[in-house]
């Protein structure tokens, strides 16, 4: 089970970490993505990180912005958010599997399990 927080509401140029935590377990051997879900506007991809390799990988539009990071205890992976703007307007929602390539990890149907949204408001 998958436990998102960190979500809020914020001004234009501001910072905000989300959180994902594993209930229960670790993401020792799970793939972890970040989505969002703007207002009228379908899922996309965010972040991800690879446990095989400790890669990351971004959408153009958060990169050298936002940064995806796993804690050493590989219980929580967090998405630290810089630099925010109001079409950073979402509700967030981290995911994970382990049965993911690179060019699928940016799909958010090729993951099974899912946390509850955190909502993150941009003002400008």
């Known amino acids: 089970q998958l436990q998102a927080s960190g979500g809020g509401s914020v001004q234009a140029g501001d910072s905000l970490r989300l959180s994902c935590a594993a209930s229960?377990?670790?993401?020792?051997?799970?793939?972890v993505g970040w989505f969002r879900q703007g207002p009228g506007k379908e899922r996309e991809f965010v972040a991800a990180?690879?446990?095989?390799?400790?890669?990351?990988h971004y959408a153009d539009s958060v990169k050298g912005r936002f940064t995806i990071s796993r804690d050493n205890a590989k219980t929580t992976v967090y998405l630290q958010m810089n630099g925010l703007k109001t079409e950073d307007t979402a509700v967030y929602y981290c995911?994970?599997?382990?049965?993911?390539?690179?060019?699928?990890?940016?799909?958010?149907?090729?993951?099974?399990?899912w946390g509850q949204g955190t909502q993150v408001t941009v003002s400008s």
């Open positions: 995911a994970a599997d382990q049965h993911l390539i690179t060019t699928t990890m940016r799909l958010w149907r090729q993951y099974g399990y």
């Open positions: 229960g377990g670790t993401f020792s051997r799970y793939h």
């Open positions: 990180f690879k446990w095989n390799d400790g890669s990351t």
